[in-house]
């Protein structure tokens, strides 16, 4: 039972409990412009409220201009003429590199040992050894590290799962050739 009582309840001198702000997102820079690196950009921008492109670096000033512009990336999308000043770049929290294969050691270890998460692009690498100087890279760095995530979050994978049996199991590895 609550008491009663003829006063009004006492006014507390405690400060104001500030309203919870939401995570900024993560800052992505985009590391050349690929086809696939289109697609990446678009859906950052249209579903991923976590995530925003915060810039873009290609092997041309002009050609990450023109990348941002045919993606709709916000005006404050800093651009850069080289991957170097991609990496350099202090509003980028992790970079996305839709580099060919080839170039992945190469760019994810110099985005780690800069401090940037690193999503990769599949495949990840051309031999076990490349991938292991890849995350050696980003443990020594202290970053994320994150490939093949297309696949994984892409709505057909999730409609294959619905129409998988019940009694199929837990699937842990599909192994596909196209």
Not at 138 to 161: I, L, N, Y
Request: with cysteine.
């Amino acid at each position: 039972q609550r008491p009663t009582s003829q006063h009004p309840p006492a006014m507390s001198s405690a400060a104001p409990v500030p309203e919870e702000q939401p995570p900024r997102p993560v800052r992505f820079g985009i590391m050349g412009c690929a086809s696939i690196a289109r697609k990446l950009a678009r859906a950052m921008l249209l579903a991923a409220p976590a995530a925003a492109v915060a810039a873009v670096g290609s092997r041309s000033e002009a050609k990450a201009r023109l990348f941002a512009a045919d993606n709709g990336l916000p005006a404050a999308a800093r651009l850069h003429g080289s991957y170097e000043a991609l990496l350099d770049d202090p509003a980028v929290d992790a970079v996305y590199l839709p580099l060919p294969t080839s170039l992945h050691v190469r760019w994810a270890t110099a985005a780690a040992a800069r401090g940037k998460h690193v999503l990769l692009e599949k495949p990840t690498a051309l031999c076990a050894a490349d991938l292991d100087a890849i995350l050696a890279a980003c443990e020594a760095g202290g970053v994320q590290f994150m490939d093949s995530t297309m696949w994984m979050h892409h709505p057909r994978t999730a409609k294959m799962r619905e129409l998988l049996p019940a009694d199929v199991g837990d699937v842990r590895v599909v192994a596909l050739v196209f």
